[in-house]
Nanobody, 125 residues
Framework: QVPLVESGGGLVQPGRSLRISCTGS????????IGWFRQAPGKAREGISC????????EYTDSVKGRFGISRDKAKNTVYLQMNSLEPEDTAVYYC??????????????????WGPGTQVTVSS
């Protein structure tokens, strides 16, 4: 599988917004579902949401519901995670990964492959 690359992380104040990106090959973005995950220090990797090849969205955690949104731009071979009303608890390394066509029903990292290296998001004043 062709790897994915995340970008757009950084330091942001609480309450602000940030959009991070996941870029891959045209093939993988056309035929694979892309999931966003995050891992905070000392914690397990957590599934956030996933967008399927047909643009169906599956949300994996309630902790970001209403604040985070996933979208895909096939022309740019990119999937975005828009993060609004950020909280210090959102501080983590954010990863994207792929699954074939449909989003797995649960945000289990074992169901995804082609992990990117991650991008650090730090929410702090």
């Amino acid at each position: 599988q062709v790897p994915l690359v995340e970008s757009g992380g950084g330091l942001v104040q609480p309450g602000r917004s940030l959009r991070i990106s996941c870029t891959g090959s045209e093939f993988i973005l056309d035929y694979y579902a892309i999931g966003w995950f995050r891992q905070a220090p000392g914690k397990a990797r957590e599934g956030i949401s996933c967008i399927a090849s047909d643009d169906a969205v599956t949300e994996y955690t309630d902790s970001v519901k209403g604040r985070f949104g996933i979208s895909r731009d096939k022309a740019k071979n990119t999937v975005y995670l828009q993060m609004n009303s950020l909280e210090p608890e959102d501080t983590a390394v954010y990863y994207c990964a792929s699954a074939y066509y449909y989003c797995p029903g649960y945000g289990d990292p074992a169901d995804f492959g082609s992990w990117g290296p991650g991008t650090q998001v730090t929410v702090s004043s």
